[in-house]
């Protein structure tokens, strides 16, 4: 099989961990890293890295049929808190990139797409009522892909990703960042405000599970995948409260402050907890880290990033 794969989005916070596992599994030269951006750090310039709008569509194609582009991961999009300031620029980044991403990949014969949905879609009973442009741009992203699988046959596979975590790059603008920026300010002043209430329980997971959902994903086989709309997953579910409270069991002393802003009334209207009991029949998902050894594993990566 060949494999040429395409990352789009490559430098954000789940491209550049995505990047970076795929070369380790396919091999460097078979995973190509695109952005909008020149590449941000060295693992993206290692291996081939092209600057790429998604919304140039006649470059993308070119891409696509000149390097024999077989599998995408098309992840570039504007993120909750951020599209809120400029809804009419993240619905074309988010849905035209999405359209831009599926047209290229039905006319040149592409192999395997993926692109990850979001908690975004769902209001806070899990039904799916979005209500950011963000969430309606998920909701709407996910129709279009089964309408791919199901009118052209394009293999479209997608995650509805919890607030992701991660100690390598920093979030890109999400409702659920503080429990991102709060490990950084913990280690770096010993105490944090968060822009979320203390109770604002919301689903979470840390980097290396989304990235090991994502390669199981893709490496079932077709006639596992019963949902071409998007699998929910999740890991674990907290608040800042007991975020902080983890944390301080690792850096006594450790203080919290809250001082709610807009992304209240956004996390407000998110689920606390996620079904995914069909990716755990369907493909096997399952998750390593809980609230614990994920807090633990930050705090033990920083920590060594400040020592050097
Ligand atoms: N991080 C999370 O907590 C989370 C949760 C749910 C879903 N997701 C989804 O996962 C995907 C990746 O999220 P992330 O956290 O890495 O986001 P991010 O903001 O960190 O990264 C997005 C990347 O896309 C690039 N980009 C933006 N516009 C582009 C364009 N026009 N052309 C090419 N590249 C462009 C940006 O430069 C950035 O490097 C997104 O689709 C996001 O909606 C993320």
């Known amino acids: 099989m060949k494999l040429t794969i395409l990352v789009i989005g490559a430098c954000g916070q789940l491209g550049s961990e995505l990047t970076r596992a795929l070369r380790k599994k396919h091999g460097w030269k078979n995973v190509i890293a695109a952005d909008i951006h020149p590449a941000t750090d060295t693992s993206q310039r290692d291996g081939l890295y092209l600057q790429l709008d998604v919304l140039n569509k006649k470059k993308l194609a070119y891409i696509v049929a000149h390097r024999g582009i077989k599998h995408i991961y098309h992840l570039a999009a504007v993120l909750s808190a951020t599209a809120e300031q400029n809804p009419a620029r993240a619905w074309e980044i988010n849905m035209q990139g999405l359209l831009n991403v599926l047209e290229v990949a039905k006319d040149h014969k592409v192999q395997q797409l993926f692109w990850p949905s979001s908690i975004a879609v769902f209001d806070k009973h899990c039904d799916i009522k979005p209500s950011t442009v963000y969430g309606i741009s998920k909701a709407a992203g996910e129709n279009w892909c089964q309408y791919y699988f199901e009118r052209y046959g394009l293999d479209v596979r997608s995650l509805r990703y919890p607030g992701l975590i991660s100690h390598r790059t920093k979030p890109g603008g999400g409702t659920t960042d503080y429990a991102v920026d709060i490990f950084h300010q913990a280690i770096q002043r010993g105490g944090y405000e ?84 069909n990716a755990r029949r369907d493909w096997g998902w399952q998750e390593t880290y809980n609230l614990e050894t994920m807090t633990a594993d930050m705090l033990a990566h920083l920590n060594q990033k400040e020592l050097c």
């Open 194 to 277: 968060c822009f979320l209430n203390k109770e604002t329980t919301l689903p979470m997971m840390y980097m290396p599970d989304a990235v090991n959902a994502t390669l199981a994903l893709m490496d079932a086989p077709p006639a596992n995948i019963h949902i071409r709309s998007a699998y929910n997953i999740a890991a674990m579910s907290f608040s800042p409260v007991e975020l902080a409270d983890e944390i301080g069991g690792h850096l006594p002393g450790f203080e919290m402050n809250y001082c709610p802003d807009f992304r209240q009334a956004i996390a407000d209207n998110w689920p606390k907890h996620i079904d995914d009991q």
